[in-house]
């Protein structure tokens, strides 16, 4: 991803490397998505929509990761050229599924150790 941005926007490659003790979870409060379902979907919308103003108080969210149209997908949503059924299906990445931790707080933040 970063080899990708820089050739957009220019710049150098950088990335940073961080560690998680996955043992810190019992101290946050964590929302998780097991798989791609409506409720996911929902809070992918709510989360990327920049016509809303939605906000959430999990310190960390786990989920999938949405395929790379995902602002496309939210157009056509707000716009109801897809259903949300749709919409699930659209974001699923098609290389199979992956996950990944979203640190929302300042807190959840403070738990990881840069490597």
Not at 14 to 29: G, N, P
Not at 32 to 46: D, L, M, Q
Not at 56 to 80: C, F, K, M, S, W
Request: include cysteine; charged fraction near 30%.
């Amino acid at each position: 991803m970063a080899h990708f941005k820089v050739m957009i926007g220019g710049g150098i490659e950088r990335v940073t490397v961080f560690e998680f003790d996955e043992t810190d979870i019992a101290e946050l409060k964590v929302k998780r998505f097991e798989g791609y379902t409506k409720e996911w979907a929902e809070f992918v919308y709510n989360n990327r929509d920049e016509k809303q103003d939605f906000h959430h108080d999990y310190d960390l969210v786990y989920g999938p990761i949405a395929n790379d149209t995902v602002g496309v997908q939210i157009r056509d949503l707000r716009e109801r050229k897809i259903s949300l059924d749709t919409f699930l299906k659209n974001l699923e990445y098609h290389k199979g599924i992956t996950f990944q931790y979203a640190f929302c707080t300042s807190f959840s933040i403070s738990k990881l150790k840069r490597l």
